[in-house]
């Protein structure tokens, strides 16, 4: 039997990085399935404990050159650890800085003084950034060597150590061309980037922190007649838990005694809170508003909505979207053709066109750093991460890359009716004559699924009733103070206009009097129709699909905007339906309640659960609504689209960075006075990885229903300012050759 395991994985630069790990954990016997996700630091492994342990899992990570762990990577120790080394590479680097200035600035303090020893203070300041800040680099470099390919690791390496031991050389040689500088600030400038890139990076998963934020630390629980204060470790399944007003539900529950208003805003987005009675659930982590009550524990620990909300937005976060697959083909063969391209500038500038040694290989430099694809490798990632962040802010849980590219791709929608577009319960909606109360008494012995709605829709005192009896297809008979009473199926009148509103009306009579008529109905959703509305609006082909007979599924249907409906369809028959759209060439969507439409929901290109706040991870679909409303079905293709629009723009931003980037890189521009040193070139790679990030972001500024403008514009001037930036980086390197 196979099981999943997640290891957060540290050490990775790129995309490449990842998929050295991917391939070597693929290796392990009795592992089935290896993900590796950069941007979030995660392996999702699929293996067989029978056959493997977590123990070699963990070792074949180590023997691709990195380190995996079942405990969570603490994101701020990481961004503190990449503050302290840019800090020390650039402590070390800037007397450099200094040194470069002489040659535009006669005069400056020790220009005379120093200049004979600028040549070993470089080397000595430049060899600690080098080897002990940069270490890391060679690491990744025999890493990838050992899986016989190539990273962002060998780009860096190859390119440093050229300028450092081409001026190590030239050093000793007495030969004064020296660029320790460029290697020690190319260093400085790249861990400079991975300090802002994993600053921004740890924003991305600021959805998870605020979850697990939500989660209540005490609980006030009942035991043996005392009220005691207990660690939320240490509630059991089966307690009972005093709530006051204001508190945090501490764990889901069942109410026993007492009523309140609940916010549940932060589980499910809904901003009103929800008024709960005895027998009712709650969810842990929402807040009781007003009474006090008590609760009986249902769910605890990992079992909870909230522990179970949080697994599943990281399994999503850790996940791949299908077009990730374009991003990594990319990657596999970038940076050996980027290796090549920078021989061959080599060999164009030095060999062909004569130029020094010294430019030709500064150039084969800048070429090599460039072309880095770490932008390439966040592009994907960190706008899922922050798509199904926002999603779960909103009471809609996406399950993984998978069904959020697939959102934006339907083109046909089918919801269910019961419980998807009506309430799922019925209510009385008619009520011909003054005889609820009679109604109301025969059918408190009745197990009639209508009875429920009747009873509670009179709210005082019943009759007593003798002699009753059920009688099957037709209603139910009572006695109630010597008079016999029938209640059922109309036998007098007809109640056509009611009927085909959908609605069931039953009749009351006595010896063969009618006295009145009861309509019970399963009403439609306040929002369904304004859902229906929206979807139509976006081109979207809907349909309703139900076993009701064709004029109760049409009555319904014609309530919120559908005209085209299938119906008298058996639940194991909506599946075959499903598969008749996609049979003629359509991406479909199933609206289902995830239980008894599983089927039609597996089948369909996009299954969507109406979740209630419980059982979250175990529905069906790849998209869980939580809240019951259909809005949040248009809410999810919305932010689907968003999401996959910032993925795109973010695999522009990093190949227009990368190639707009080589030509500049190699010199092709250096007749019109743009040259590109190396250092800046690293520079320009790292803010190529950040552009990405912050694009990635302006994803936090969704909110359903609204136009997010900013998010929209950005990209433009992002491109703008970026291009500015690369051409200035140009024009500067072109002064100081």
């Not at 600028?118 to 899986?147: C, D, E, H, N």
């Not at 990281?314 to 970038?334: L, N």
Request: net charge neutral; proline share 3%; with cysteine.
């Amino acid at each position: 039997m196979s099981t999943r395991i997640n290891l957060a994985v540290s050490g990775m630069h790129c995309s490449s990085c990842a998929n050295i790990i991917e391939r070597q954990l693929k290796k392990v016997i009795g592992v089935s399935e290896a993900r590796v996700n950069f941007a979030s630091e995660k392996a999702s492994i699929v293996y067989d404990p029978s056959l493997t342990q977590v123990t070699d899992l963990k070792d074949a990570v180590a023997k691709a050159g990195y380190a995996a762990s079942e405990k969570v990577i603490d994101e701020t120790e990481k961004i503190k650890g990449e503050w302290h080394k840019f800090l020390w590479s650039f402590f070390l680097s800037a007397p450099m800085i200094y040194f470069m200035l002489f040659n535009f600035f006669k005069g400056l303090p020790g220009s005379t003084s120093l200049l004979p020893y600028i040549g070993i203070i470089s080397f000595i300041l430049a060899t600690p950034v080098q080897f002990i800040i940069g270490a890391g680099f060679y690491r990744g470099t025999w890493s990838a060597l050992k899986m016989h390919t190539f990273n962002m690791d060998s780009l860096i390496a190859i390119g440093t150590s050229v300028a450092y031991f081409y001026s190590v050389i030239n050093f000793f040689l007495k030969i004064p061309e020296l660029y320790f500088e460029t290697a020690a600030f190319l260093i400085t400038f790249v861990i400079l980037g991975k300090f802002l890139e994993a600053k921004a990076r740890g924003r991305t998963s600021e959805a998870i922190q605020k979850l697990m934020g939500l989660a209540a630390k005490t609980a006030r629980v009942i035991r043996n007649g005392e009220t005691l204060d207990v660690p939320i470790d240490q509630v059991a399944k089966g307690d009972v838990i005093l709530v006051r007003p204001g508190e945090k539900i501490p764990v889901d529950g069942v109410i026993l005694k007492g009523s309140s208003a609940i916010d549940e805003s932060m589980i499910t987005g809904e901003s009103l809170p929800v008024e709960k009675q005895v027998g009712d659930n709650v969810i842990g982590a929402t807040i009781n508003k007003t009474g006090s009550f008590e609760i009986q524990a249902t769910r605890v620990g990992a079992e909870s909505t909230l522990s179970q909300i949080i697994k599943l937005v990281e399994d999503a976060q850790g996940s791949k979207a299908p077009i990730q697959a374009f991003a990594d083909q990319i990657s596999a063969w970038f940076v050996p053709a980027v290796i090549i391209i920078a021989l061959i500038t080599f060999v164009i500038w030095y060999l062909l066109l004569g130029s020094s040694l010294s430019f030709a290989l500064m150039a084969f430099t800048a070429v090599i750093v460039i072309a880095c694809p770490c932008a390439l490798g966040l592009a994907t990632p960190t706008a899922i991460m922050v798509g199904t962040g926002k999603g779960a802010e909103h009471g809609i849980l996406v399950k993984g890359g998978e069904p959020l590219e697939a959102a934006c791709k339907i083109k046909t929608i089918i919801f269910d009716k019961t419980g998807t577009i009506t309430k799922g319960h019925p209510e009385v909606t008619d009520i011909i004559g003054d005889n609820l109360k009679i109604a109301a008494s025969l059918e408190k012995y009745s197990e009639h699924s209508l009875a429920e709605a009747i009873v509670k829709k009179h709210t005082g005192e019943l009759f007593g009733v003798s002699d009753f009896k059920a009688v099957p297809g037709e209603g139910i008979t009572g006695k109630i103070s010597g008079k016999v009473y029938f209640f059922g199926k109309p036998k007098v009148k007809s109640y056509h206009d009611l009927e085909n509103m959908g609605k069931t009306v039953m009749e009351l009579s006595s010896e063969g009097e009618v006295l009145g008529a009861i309509a019970v109905a399963d009403t439609v959703k306040e929002t369904s129709k304004e859902a229906v509305e929206r979807l139509i609006r976006m081109g979207i082909d809907v349909w309703m699909i139900t076993g009701d007979n064709t004029r109760t599924a049409r009555a319904i249907a014609q309530q919120v905007g559908i005209t085209n409906v299938l119906a008298e369809v058996l639940p194991q028959d909506k599946a075959g339906e499903v598969k008749r759209f996609q049979a003629q060439g359509k991406k479909v969507a199933m609206v289902g309640d995830g239980i008894n439409d599983a089927p039609a929901l597996a089948q369909a290109d996009l299954g969507i659960a109406m979740g209630s706040g419980t059982d979250v991870a175990m529905e069906s679909g790849g998209i869980v609504i939580i809240k019951n409303d259909l809005r949040d079905v248009v809410n999810a293709i919305d932010l689907s689209k968003e999401t996959m629009q910032k993925i795109k723009q973010n695999m522009f931003f990093a190949l227009f960075y990368n190639v707009a980037g080589i030509p500049i890189a190699a010199r092709v521009f250096s007749f019109a006075g743009l040259i590109l040193k190396p250092e800046l070139a690293g520079l320009a790679m790292a803010l190529s990885s950040i552009s990405v990030v912050s694009n990635s972001l302006l994803l936090r500024g969704y909110r359903p229903g609204h136009k997010n403008y900013v998010s929209i514009m950005a990209p433009f001037a992002m491109a703008f300012g970026f291009t500015w930036l690369f051409i200035e980086f140009a024009r500067f390197s072109s002064g100081m050759k």
